[in-house]
């Protein structure tokens, strides 16, 4: 969901609705932004100030995660793979829920984002239940299959610390599914 009216976020939050973000996607980026805010309000100019600035009805409208989430909707996330790139970027949708931004950026409206223990439970536990499944899947609980990744990396550790933007850079070491190892990364 990339734009919405308030009256959506309290629609989507009063039914409990599933709303997928492609966390990614929620940033300043001038050459997208150009293809976009034109059309929703008066724009002078092409910098980001002229198409970021204040009241502009993009930023107030734009990735309502937070908003959402507080409504009561159920965040999961999503990728856009592979319509931005072929990589489904795990890693840099997490960041990007956090910090809002590319780095070297300015925030896309920052009290939208959301913490690193939210994007996980997007990505995982939310998604179960999102399919019906999270009885199965979703969490390391016991009884459900042994599914999850070792990473090179403590993202929590790195978010909590306020290194939020290092996330994407996690590269995955393991992948263990139903309890077996199904991929290890080669050594670098």
């Known amino acids: 969901m990339q734009l919405a009216q308030s009256a959506d976020v309290a629609r989507l939050g009063r039914d409990h609705l599933y709303v997928a973000y492609t966390y990614s996607w929620a940033d300043v980026d001038p050459d997208y932004d150009m293809t976009v805010i034109p059309f929703l309000q008066r724009v002078s100019g092409n910098s980001i100030a002229s198409m970021h600035g204040s009241g502009s009805y993009y930023d107030e409208h734009a990735y309502l995660v937070r908003a959402s989430r507080d409504a009561g909707a159920i965040l999961v996330a999503g990728s856009d793979a592979p319509i931005g790139t072929r990589d489904p970027q795990p890693f ?62 403590d993202i929590l550790a790195l978010a909590d610390a306020g290194r939020a933007d290092d996330i994407a850079a996690t590269h995955v070491l393991e992948t263990w599914f139903r309890g077996r190892r199904v991929y290890q990364a080669p050594p670098r």
């Open 92 to 153: 840099v949708n997490m960041a990007m829920a956090v910090t809002r931004r590319l780095p070297g950026q300015p925030a896309l409206n920052a009290q939208q984002a959301i913490s690193i223990r939210e994007a996980l439970d997007a990505y995982t536990i939310n998604g179960a239940r999102m399919l019906g499944r999270d009885a199965q899947i979703g969490s390391l609980e016991v009884g459900k299959s042994a599914d999850f990744v070792i990473l090179d990396q």
